[in-house]
């Protein structure tokens, strides 16, 4: 089992450039998240799919971030017209249900830097 | 409002001192988790502790919901120890976690 895979691991844009970072859950878990890191914020939740649905994207940047979960397989975050306010630590996280009574999974995370 | 308080913000031991990192919420809730991020690694949960005490090896959560708070008792510290250890909270039915901004434990030998 590898976990929660996240790709790119890195990933440079010029301000205003489109970016999509994926995310492979483990399998068999049916809740997906996502969140972003920095140091000054540290980690903020984005949103949250549920069996494939999306549940809540309280945390998301309404006018230029969206995320989809397609399949059970995989999930993608996209950024339109990246700022430079948008350099983060993107992380996503699965789990078997209700983070309450299962363990949370992160993912390695992917690196946004927006030049 | 940050909902997740954490201190300190960093700590620095030498090795085999013992180490207290707390942790407050601005609300109530009933589910309580430490995770463990070592530098350019993954999150990885430490433990899972909505109420009372729990021991995992040398780590010993302590919540008390109704102050809202927990801590995190880490006992005879190693090198490989340092890293930051983060408190999440979910606030009720909301099956989403919000994080403190951690502390930074650094062990020294």
């Known amino acids: 089992n590898a976990g929660v895979i996240q790709t790119p691991r890195h990933k440079v844009t010029g301000k205003g450039q489109e970016a999509t970072l994926w995310c492979e859950p483990i399998?068999?878990?049916?809740?997906v998240f996502w969140y972003r890191q920095t140091i000054v914020q540290g980690l903020e939740f984005l949103t949250y799919?549920?069996?494939?649905?999306?549940?809540?994207d309280s945390g998301m940047p309404k006018e230029r971030f969206s995320a989809q979960m397609p399949n059970q397989s995989h999930s993608t975050l996209k950024i339109q017209s990246t700022q430079p306010q948008d350099s983060a630590v993107y992380l996503c996280?699965?789990?078997?249900?209700?983070?309450?009574?299962?363990?949370?999974?992160f993912g390695a995370g992917t690196r946004l830097s927006v030049l | 409002e940050q909902q997740v308080q954490q201190s300190p913000a960093s700590l620095v031991l030498q090795e085999a001192e013992n180490a207290e990192l707390q942790c407050s919420f601005s609300?109530?809730?009933?589910?309580v988790q430490w995770f463990y991020q070592r530098p350019g690694g993954r999150l990885v949960s430490l433990l899972y502790n909505p109420s009372g005490t729990k021991q995992s090896g040398r780590l010993t959560s302590t919540t008390v919901i109704k102050e809202r708070r927990s801590s995190l008792h880490i006992s005879s510290s190693q090198i490989t120890d340092s890293g930051t250890y983060l408190c999440a909270m979910e606030r009720s039915n909301y099956n989403v976690l919000y994080f403190g901004s951690g502390t930074k434990l650094t062990v020294e030998p």
């Open positions: 399998s068999g878990h049916s809740a």
């Open positions: 996280a699965s789990s078997l249900g209700q983070t309450s009574q299962n363990t949370l999974y």
């Open positions: 609300i109530f809730t009933n589910q």
């Open positions: 799919f549920r069996n494939q649905a999306p549940i809540d």
